[in-house]
C-alpha cells in the first residue's frame, strides 16, 4: 500500500465508522461516487475487499477491520498535530468527539450549546451510546471526552465528577406504594423490576442497593432505553430504578411518581472521563474545564428536593483504574 493517500483512509475511516457510504457522503461534503471511488482504490492498493454488502447494510471485511483500524489512528494524530499547530498560533477551534451515555442525553446537549455559544468556533461531534460502546470507544481512542456515571474498571482512566446523578425508584401513579411512605426495601421484593442492559451504570447500582439490604428480585424485564422503561412504568408494568434526570418531565406531570424508598435518592455523581494516556487537546481542555467549573447552572431536580449539598463538595478528581 505505498500510494495510499490521505484523503482515501479519510474517506474510508468515516465509511468504516457510519457503516454507510450516504451517510460518509454527507460528513465530507462528498457525492456518494466520489466516496465510493475512493474506496475501491483504496480496496485496489490493499489487494483485498475492505466492505461488503449483505442486502442494503454495509459491513467491514476482516481486512477492512484492520485497516479501519489504522486509519482512526492516523485520522486522530493528524487532528492532534493540526490543533497543537493552531494552539500555537493562538487559534482556539478544533473538533471536539464528546461520548456519553444514553441517561446522559437529557442534559448533555444543554451543556454543549452552552459550551458552543462560549465557543462558537469548536466543532462538535456529540455521539450517544450504551455504557459497553462508550467504554469501547474510549480504549479505541475515538472519543476525546466521556460523560457517564460510571467510569470504567477496566480502562486507565483519568475521571473527575462534576454534577449529582441521583437515583430513585419509580413507578406508576396508581401503585399500591405510590403514596405509601418510607418505604423499607424488603417491601419491593415481590415487585416486578424494569432494568437496563447488563453493564448499565443504572443498573449495577440498583443491584448493589437491592444486595445491601438483602432484597433478591423476584421478577425483572430488562430494556435496552431509559425510554422504553419509562413507558412500561408508565404502563404498569413494574417498578424501575433511574436517574431522576431523566423524568423531570414525567415527575411533573404525574405520569411517573417517585416512591419514598429507604436510603434513596442514592447520591451518585456525573463523571467527565479520559484515558489517562491521553494528551488533551486545548479545544478538549477548554470543556473539560467548562464542565468543571461551570456545569453548577445545570438543572438538578433531585438536589433541590432532597436537600442535597451544593457541588463545592464535591470529591477529588480519579486517577488510574477508576
Known amino acids: ?47 483485498l475487499p475492505l466492505t461488503e454488502q449483505v442486502g442494503k447494510k454495509i459491513f467491514l471485511t476482516e481486512a477492512g477491520v484492520e485497516v479501519a483500524r489504522h486509519a482512526r489512528v492516523i485520522a486522530q494524530q493528524l487532528r492532534e498535530a493540526e490543533e497543537a499547530l493552531a494552539a500555537m498560533k493562538g487559534m482556539r477551534g478544533g473538533l471536539l468527539n464528546i461520548g456519553v451515555v444514553s441517561t446522559a442525553k437529557y442534559f448533555a446537549p444543554r451543556l454543549l450549546t452552552s459550551f458552543r455559544q462560549a465557543h462558537p468556533e469548536v466543532e462538535l461531534r456529540l455521539g450517544v451510546h450504551n455504557r459497553g460502546d462508550i467504554v469501547r470507544q474510549l480504549a479505541d481512542n475515538e472519543i476525546d471526552l466521556a460523560i457517564m456515571g460510571r467510569p470504567p474498571q477496566e480502562l486507565e482512566t483519568v475521571s473527575e465528577p462534576f454534577a449529582e446523578n441521583p437515583l430513585v425508584f419509580v413507578a406508576a401513579p396508581d401503585h399500591p406504594l405510590a403514596k405509601a411512605k418510607n418505604i423499607e426495601p424488603k417491601q419491593l421484593a415481590e415487585e416486578s423490576f424494569l432494568l437496563r442492559e447488563p453493564g448499565s451504570g443504572t443498573r449495577a447500582a440498583m443491584e448493589r442497593f437491592l444486595a445491601d439490604n438483602g432484597v433478591v428480585p423476584r421478577r425483572t424485564v430488562e430494556m435496552t432505553s431509559n425510554e422504553t422503561i419509562k413507558q412500561a412504568v408508565m404502563a404498569g408494568m413494574g417498578i424501575s430504578f433511574i436517574s431522576e434526570r431523566t ?14 424508598v429507604q436510603g434513596t435518592p442514592l447520591k451518585r455523581h456525573w463523571y467527565v472521563v479520559h484515558r489517562a494516556e491521553k494528551r488533551l487537546l486545548p479545544v478538549a481542555q477548554a470543556f473539560h474545564k467548562y464542565l468543571l467549573e461551570e456545569s453548577g447552572g445545570m438543572d438538578e431536580p433531585a438536589a433541590a428536593k432532597t436537600g442535597a449539598a451544593p457541588r463545592g463538595g464535591r470529591p477529588k478528581q480519579e486517577k488510574g483504574r477508576a
Open 1 to 47: 500500500m505505498k500510494h495510499v493517500t490521505l484523503r482515501q483512509l479519510k474517506v474510508f475511516e468515516t465509511v468504516a465508522r457510519h457503516l454507510s457510504f450516504s451517510r460518509a457522503a454527507e460528513e465530507l461534503h462528498l457525492t456518494q461516487p466520489a466516496v465510493s471511488m475512493q474506496v475501491r482504490s483504496l480496496e485496489d492498493q490493499a489487494g
Open 247 to 260: 423524568l423531570v418531565l414525567e415527575l411533573a406531570t404525574g405520569n411517573i411518581v417517585r416512591l419514598d
